[in-house]
Nanobody, 124 residues
């Protein structure tokens, strides 16, 4: 079973940084690719970033490349999203997801398992 809990959202000024964390309290952390999706009010859900089951492969939406970094800590069963140089357009609810493949998260904007979401608000 995969149980995902996000933390680390909040309010930050444009240009600032936030670090999101996703903890998997299940016992199959290393079996899944993991990623982040986001959804802003009135907009469709969007893929943000993902990392493979072994942490070797990462993928990002073009709009966050060079600003966001996804990583996972197998000792702690956590995944993190370091967000730098934040922009107002990054404002959204961010969801941690787990899936059998990065492609599902990237192309279908969904995961097999979801966290509850954490709000990120970037003020201009």
């Amino acid at each position: 079973q995969v149980l995902l809990v996000e933390s680390g959202g909040g309010l930050v000024q444009a240009g600032g940084s936030l670090r999101l964390s996703c903890a998997d309290s299940g016992r199959t952390f290393s079996s899944y690719a993991m990623g982040w999706l986001r959804q802003a009010p009135g907009k469709e859900r969007e893929f943000v970033a993902a990392i493979s089951w072994n942490g070797v492969i990462t993928d990002y939406v073009d709009s966050v490349k060079g600003r966001f970094t996804v990583s996972r800590d197998f000792a702690k069963n956590t995944m993190a999203l370091q967000m730098n140089s934040l922009k107002p357009e990054d404002t959204a609810v961010y969801y941690c997801t787990a899936s059998n493949s990065i492609g599902i998260m990237r192309d279908q904007h969904r995961g097999d398992y979801w966290g509850q979401g954490t709000q990120v608000t970037v003020s201009s």
